[in-house]
Each structure stands twice: as structure tokens, then as C-alpha cells.
């Protein structure tokens, strides 16, 4: 049961490139989830979507595109990477209802150099 | 609007001791509330939820309304323990998350 599954594990961008992090579940989950975790924040919700071709911003949207093309997938685009994105990303997927646990991917640790 | 707030950054107890993790929300409906752990190098997992009732690893937790606390207690501290830990809460009928700005427990043998 692999759950909610992020690639990659480590990723070192130059500022102004882009890149995509993956995340996939496998537990046909209807919401997923995109968050940034920084030491004395928490995490921080980027990108959430619903369904498949529905997304919405959360609180830390600027600089990053989402889309949900399937059920099972929902990566996350770093449009021209800034060093204050540098940061750990968690993908998470959760099923519809009430205090429904949310699964967490292991993370995508990026630096921007 | 939600807001968590998670007052200790740090917080250090000894092996045996007891611990409290503070959790104070600030929502008008009735919110929904969690408490995530995150040991080392492992990937964010779920602990407890109010509604649930339960002692996980011997840890509680009790929604108290009156004071808008969701305070996680644990009378026994072990070594295993020591991670970082967030609470969170989600808005009735919504999706999202919000979370703390966590507390990272360390247990001292």
C-alpha cells in the first residue's frame, strides 16, 4: 500500500529555473494538498484541489502552479525558482468528510541556489 | 478565520516526566482537531483527533471549548517521543488544514 507517494526526495534548483514535484496516491482520495514547511512556520498551505479539474489557492500561493488532471495526481510547478522557496514540500491527500485523516507524502526537500 | 497557535518552540522534558504540548485555536464554529507527528526523517502522521477520544502511544488530548485549548498530555515521557509535533484544525464542512507553527519535544534519557 504505498499511500502518498512524492518525487523527488532532494532537489537543487539554480534561481529562474522551473521544475515540477510529483505527488501520487493511491487511495483515491478526492482532496490533495500541496504544503511548504519553514522552521518557526509550520506548514503552510500552497495549492489545494478537490477533484479532478478543480484546484484552489491556499495562504502561500505566488510562485507555484498546480493541476489535477486525474484523481491520483497532483503536481506542484515551480514557475522560476526564487531562494525563498527553498524549503521542504509536502504533498498530502485526504477523504471527504468529517475528521477525515490526511496521509503525507515524505517530502521534497528543494534548495534554490 | 482559523488560527492555531502552538505557544513553545522547544520543549525539553526528562525520561519519566510528564508532558503537556500547548494548542490554543481561535475559530467561531466547531472546529475539527488534530494533533500530526513528524519523528526523524519520517513523513507527517496523524496522532490524535478530538473526536476520537482516544490515548495513542499514551498520549490525550482534550478539546476544551470554554478555553479554545487542544492541549496533548502524556503522564510518562519516553525517549521514542521526542519528535516534532503540530496541531491542527479544519473549518466544519471544509478541506484545509490549518497548522501550528509546531512544537519540537525532545525527551532527555
Known amino acids: 500500500n504505498a499511500g502518498v507517494t512524492q518525487t523527488p526526495k532532494f532537489q537543487v534548483l539554480k534561481t529562474g529555473q522551473s521544475m515540477t514535484l510529483q505527488c501520487a496516491q493511491d487511495?483515491?482520495?478526492?482532496?490533495m494538498s500541496w504544503y511548504r514547511q519553514d522552521p518557526g512556520m509550520g506548514l503552510r498551505l500552497i495549492h489545494y484541489s478537490v477533484g479532478a479539474g478543480i484546484t484552489d489557492q491556499g495562504e502561500v500561493p505566488n510562485g507555484y502552479n498546480v493541476s489535477r488532471s486525474t484523481t491520483e495526481d497532483f503536481p506542484l510547478r515551480l514557475l522560476s525558482a526564487a531562494p525563498s522557496q527553498t524549503s521542504v514540500y509536502f504533498c498530502?491527500?485526504?477523504?471527504?468528510?468529517?475528521?477525515?485523516?490526511?496521509?503525507f507524502g515524505q517530502g521534497t526537500r528543494l534548495t534554490v541556489v | 478565520a482559523q488560527r492555531v497557535t502552538q505557544p513553545e518552540k522547544l520543549l525539553s522534558v526528562f525520561k519519566g516526566a510528564p508532558v503537556e504540548l500547548k494548542c490554543n485555536y481561535s475559530?467561531?464554529?466547531?472546529?475539527?482537531l488534530f494533533w500530526y507527528v513528524q519523528y526523524s526523517r519520517q513523513r507527517l502522521q496523524l496522532l490524535l483527533r478530538h473526536i476520537s477520544r482516544e490515548s495513542i502511544k499514551g498520549f490525550t488530548a482534550d478539546l476544551n471549548k470554554g478555553e479554545t485549548s487542544f492541549h496533548l498530555k502524556k503522564p510518562f515521557a519516553q525517549e521514542e517521543d521526542s519528535a516534532m509535533y503540530y496541531c491542527?484544525?479544519?473549518?466544519?464542512?471544509?478541506?484545509?488544514?490549518?497548522f501550528g507553527t509546531g512544537t519540537r519535544l525532545t525527551v532527555i534519557p
Open positions: 498530502a491527500s485526504t477523504r471527504q468528510g468529517r475528521n477525515t485523516e490526511a496521509f
Open positions: 475559530y467561531s464554529g466547531s472546529p475539527e
Open positions: 487511495m483515491n482520495h478526492e482532496y
Open positions: 491542527a484544525l479544519r473549518a466544519t464542512g471544509a478541506n484545509n488544514l490549518f
